[in-house]
């Protein structure tokens, strides 16, 4: 999971950590996705680091036992039931809960109804021409296919018909710290994660493969693919309140975030054995928090979110990605003539291997001659916009005479697209082209693994509502795509 951090102002949406700063010890607050900040407190440049393994966090109660019994005795009331004595006892637990972050490609077969009359403009490619005749119903075959966020939580611990199996979509506001014993709360325990992460995956997958089916097409067959899962822990903080008055008992279990009661039951079970379960050995990665600065020279990097660096003071180059097939070098594309407002874009140029190239070019046809695919690495939030681009500068780079680059001035547009992103939409755009085919070239189910990566900007200038590249005048994309 990638982390967002707001520099100066307050985070607004998202999967918000509270972090100490490594300069000061203040606390930071980081949002998803952003990984360079600057601390309020200090001044320091901080940039996250995300471990390789899934981390854990904590969302904090904010309700404490008298909140939680007057929600209680107040959905008590409302039900017309006894309300809760003055014997009732509490007990605060965190349960675990797996947050997935994933990309799902979905291609879905439709048949699509549309009554065309005399007067249709689209009449005449249907075949009536003006002849009086009555509306006709057509049926025609539509085939879309869509890239969507893929979002969800479910429960890591034993399953409880006592405990929701999952916390919806509340993560996505909710501020959580990293998990440590240090953080938990007073008089709350934890109860053990019993699903690893490697199981969760699987699980996905399965489910995944089973939408297609679920959503039943009208011709051809659905598929659904799932892209780049990404899992979290979360601990999220319940308080269950036992209550055994004139020989009567039930059990309330309550959101201590909000205070919502989420279950009640009379049956006077082993609780506690039901839920600890046997708790197996999990090892959690930590986020860390460290210096922005230059390994070479020790001075601070500049502050804009990026993947790649370039010293102001000695000019050495900084990439955040440590990919073993990367290339540590930079190059720009040469222009003709320097023109107003030009912005250099950076693009990952992903070297594809002989074995797929065959492949890859008859499935992209006369578009795609070159031997690499080239993502955008600057973010492009319409998918489909992203894949013309990528088929335009991969069909375009052969012809781009590139020159190393040294330094990065504020021309050259930050690159805020990961080499895991890139390989990830790599393999997306081929499963999407691969999707369109009718009878599909091979197996494409392997992951696409490139054998060289570099990275290269661009020269775009504006054109009216247009970005056209300055080197070859033959490569556009909207001017909103990339702001």
Same mark, same amino acid.
């Given at each position: 999971?990638?982390?967002?951090?707001?520099?100066?102002?307050?985070?607004?949406?998202?999967?918000?950590?509270?972090?100490?700063?490594?300069?000061?010890?203040?606390?930071?607050?980081?949002?998803?996705?952003?990984? &360079? #900040?600057?601390? =309020?407190?200090?001044?320091?440049?901080?940039? /996250?680091?995300?471990? %390789?393994?899934? *981390? @854990?966090?904590?969302?904090?109660?904010?309700?404490?036992?008298?909140?939680?019994?007057?929600?209680?005795?107040?959905?008590?009331?409302?039900?017309?039931?006894?309300?809760?004595?003055?014997?009732?006892?509490?007990?605060?637990?965190?349960?675990?809960?797996?947050?997935?972050?994933?990309? &799902? #490609?979905?291609? =879905?077969?439709?048949?699509?109804?549309?009554? /065309?009359?005399?007067? %249709?403009?689209? *009449? @005449?490619?249907?075949?009536?021409?003006?002849?009086?005749?009555?509306?006709?119903?057509?049926?025609?075959?539509?085939?879309?296919?869509?890239?969507?966020?893929?979002?969800?939580?479910?429960?890591?611990?034993?399953?409880?018909?006592?405990?929701?199996?999952?916390?919806?979509?509340?993560?996505?506001?909710?501020?959580?710290?990293?998990?440590?014993?240090?953080?938990?709360?007073?008089?709350?325990?934890?109860?053990?994660?019993?699903?690893?992460?490697?199981?969760?995956?699987?699980?996905?997958?399965?489910?995944?493969?089973?939408?297609?089916?679920?959503?039943?097409?009208?011709?051809?067959?659905?598929?659904?693919?799932?892209?780049?899962?990404?899992?979290?822990?979360?601990?999220?903080?319940?308080?269950?309140?036992?209550?055994?008055?004139?020989?009567?008992?039930?059990?309330?279990?309550?959101?201590?975030?909000?205070?919502?009661?989420?279950?009640?039951?009379?049956?006077?079970?082993?609780?506690?054995?039901?839920?600890?379960?046997?708790?197996?050995?999990?090892?959690?990665?930590?986020?860390?928090?460290?210096?922005?600065?230059?390994?070479?020279?020790?001075?601070?990097?500049?502050?804009?979110?990026?993947?790649?660096?370039?010293?102001?003071?000695?000019?050495?180059?900084?990439?955040?990605?440590?990919?073993?097939?990367?290339?540590?070098?930079?190059?720009?594309?040469?222009?003709?003539?320097?023109?107003?407002?030009?912005?250099?874009?950076?693009?990952?140029?992903?070297?594809?291997?002989?074995?797929?190239?065959?492949?890859?070019?008859?499935?992209?046809?006369?578009?795609?001659?070159?031997?690499?695919?080239?993502?955008?690495?600057?973010?492009?939030?319409?998918?489909?916009?992203?894949?013309?681009?990528?088929?335009?500068?991969?069909?375009?780079?052969?012809?781009?005479?590139?020159?190393?680059?040294?330094?990065?001035?504020?021309?050259?547009?930050?690159?805020?697209?990961?080499?895991?992103?890139?390989?990830?939409?790599?393999?997306?755009?081929?499963?999407?082209?691969?999707?369109?085919?009718?009878?599909?070239?091979?197996?494409?189910?392997?992951?696409?693994?490139?054998?060289?990566?570099?990275?290269?900007?661009?020269?775009?200038?504006?054109?009216?509502?247009?970005?056209?590249?300055?080197?070859?005048?033959?490569?556009?994309?909207?001017?909103?795509?990339?702001?």
């Amino acid at each position: 999971m990638n982390i967002q951090t707001s520099p100066i102002s307050k985070p607004k949406t998202g999967f918000h950590i509270n972090v100490g700063c490594p300069g000061c010890g203040g606390r930071l607050e980081l949002q998803e996705n952003f990984f &360079v #900040l600057e601390c =309020r407190h200090c001044g320091s440049v901080l940039r /996250v680091k995300m471990p %390789d393994i899934p *981390a @854990a966090y904590l969302i904090a109660p904010k309700r404490d036992r008298r909140e939680v019994r007057f929600q209680i005795d107040r959905d008590l009331r409302e039900q017309q039931q006894p309300l809760t004595s003055s014997s009732i006892e509490y007990r605060f637990i965190y349960y675990p809960y797996w947050k997935i972050d994933a990309v &799902v #490609l979905k291609k =879905r077969n439709k048949i699509v109804e549309r009554v /065309v009359s005399d007067g %249709d403009p689209y *009449a @005449a490619s249907y075949g009536i021409h003006g002849n009086g005749s009555e509306p006709t119903v057509r049926r025609d075959k539509r085939t879309e296919i869509n890239l969507t966020p893929y979002t969800q939580t479910i429960a890591a611990g034993i399953t409880s018909n006592s405990i929701p199996f999952s916390i919806g979509m509340r993560t996505e506001y909710l501020k959580a710290i990293p998990y440590s014993k240090e953080n938990l709360s007073e008089d709350y325990e934890c109860f053990p994660v019993l699903k690893c992460w490697s199981t969760v995956q699987s699980e996905l997958e399965k489910n995944i493969g089973s939408l297609g089916k679920i959503d039943m097409p009208e011709f051809g067959t659905n598929q659904t693919r799932l892209f780049h899962p990404r899992g979290s822990l979360i601990y999220y903080p319940y308080c269950i309140a036992e209550d055994r008055a004139n020989g009567v008992f039930r059990r309330f279990i309550a959101d201590a975030v909000t205070g919502r009661m989420v279950h009640v039951e009379t049956q006077d079970d082993e609780f506690e054995e039901i839920l600890l379960g046997e708790d197996p050995q999990f090892t959690f990665g930590e986020l860390g928090v460290d210096f922005h600065r230059c390994h070479t020279c020790g001075i601070d990097l500049p502050r804009v979110q990026s993947y790649v660096y370039v010293c102001g003071n000695c000019h050495e180059l900084t990439m955040l990605d440590n990919n073993p097939i990367l290339q540590q070098t930079l190059t720009t594309a040469l222009s003709p003539e320097e023109r107003t407002g030009t912005i250099l874009f950076p693009f990952w140029s992903l070297q594809v291997p002989p074995t797929d190239l065959s492949r890859m070019q008859r499935m992209f046809g006369g578009i795609y001659r070159s031997d690499k695919l080239v993502i955008p690495a600057f973010k492009i939030p319409n998918f489909e916009a992203m894949f013309r681009l990528t088929k335009r500068i991969s069909a375009a780079v052969t012809q781009l005479d590139l020159e190393p680059v040294e330094y990065l001035d504020k021309r050259f547009s930050p690159v805020t697209v990961s080499v895991q992103e890139a390989v990830t939409l790599a393999d997306v755009i081929i499963h999407r082209e691969e999707m369109t085919r009718d009878k599909p070239t091979e197996d494409v189910s392997a992951d696409f693994a490139p054998q060289r990566i570099e990275l290269f900007y661009a020269p775009f200038h504006p054109e009216h509502y247009f970005y056209v590249d300055s080197a070859l005048g033959a490569v556009t994309f909207e001017k909103g795509l990339a702001e």
